[in-house]
């Protein structure tokens, strides 16, 4: 059991083998859900881990805050963000994150579709300063393991509705391009063309958000692929979403409108603005639900 644990100090195997012990607990502590107050005492006075070199370290609160997104304890991320929020989205020492340039903490919230995290950590994002609040929302992952890819792009490559909507109404550029020179529209097109058509409803919902964001002279890779192959992509999109994509027509009235209204709302009021905008519930773009 994780509280059974005790930590002898010294070096060499023994070391390394209560290093990994105590760290396991901690793993299983935060995965079965106990309660915050025991958390904090574990990382703060029992658990290590060992580094590379030989270096034993205690949890810092960003290491704590990846575990809480893998097992989606929100209780936990929440008390990190609040009392911790600088630290908490920290880089992670090098056995949690191969790229020690950047904090992954945002593209692993939308890997394991922890909307309510990640709603969490924007919220603390938007209380840095401007030059590091861009630096954590367009992040750019490592380009040998991640493909230089932002969390708009993962977002668009596992088709989470919710978490692309929320990093676009927090200010995530649509424009940034992976290693590949692949903008978020592109990696989402690839993932619509992929036979057979699954999860179609939420790839066309993923695709009606960026419109209201994406700038309307976008230079994105798929473009040309649209124009040749022209009635499979009109099958695929629509007659609508297909003419303004390769700019045979401007965007629908209602986008355009939409585009203006969600301008209206500052980051800092975002989503929850949007129960305020002067529309009928059905055409709100997503029913996020997040302060509960």
Not at 76 to 93: E, G, I, M, N
Not at 249 to 270: D, G, K, N, Q
């Amino acid at each position: 059991m994780p509280w059974s644990v005790q930590w002898v100090g010294g070096r060499g195997a023994q070391s390394q083998k209560q290093c990994k012990k105590s760290s396991f607990a901690f793993y299983q502590a935060v995965r079965d859900l106990l309660p915050v107050w025991f958390l904090e005492d574990m990382r703060t006075m029992e658990v290590f881990h060992w580094e590379d070199g030989g270096k034993v370290s205690v949890y810092s609160p960003s290491e704590a805050l990846l575990y809480a997104l893998v097992h989606d304890h929100q209780p936990y991320a929440r008390h990190l963000l609040t009392k911790f929020p600088q630290s908490a989205l920290a880089v992670p020492s090098q056995s949690f994150s191969c790229c020690q340039s950047s904090a992954p903490h945002l593209a692993m919230a939308v890997r394991y579709n922890r909307v309510h995290v990640l709603f969490r950590i924007l919220k603390a994002i938007q209380a840095f300063p401007p030059s590091d609040r861009a630096g954590h929302l367009d992040r750019q992952g490592c380009s040998r393991v991640e493909g230089g890819k932002t969390a708009l792009h993962v977002a668009c490559e596992l088709v989470r509705p919710e978490c692309l909507f929320l990093l676009l109404g927090n200010g995530a550029s649509p424009c940034l391009r992976d290693s590949a020179g692949n903008t978020p529209l592109d990696t989402l097109l690839q993932q619509i063309s992929h036979a057979p058509a699954a999860n179609m409803r939420a790839k066309l919902l993923c695709l009606d958000c960026l419109f209201f964001f994406v700038p309307q002279d976008l230079q994105f890779a798929m473009k040309q692929q649209l124009v040749d192959n022209r009635q499979r992509w009109q099958d695929l999109l629509g007659e609508n979403r297909f003419q303004c994509l390769v700019g045979l027509a401007p965007p629908s009235l209602f986008v355009r409108a939409m585009r203006v209204l969600i301008r209206t709302i500052s980051p800092e009021h975002f989503p929850e603005a949007l129960d305020d905008l002067p529309l009928p519930h059905f055409l709100k773009p997503l029913d996020l639900k997040l302060e509960s």
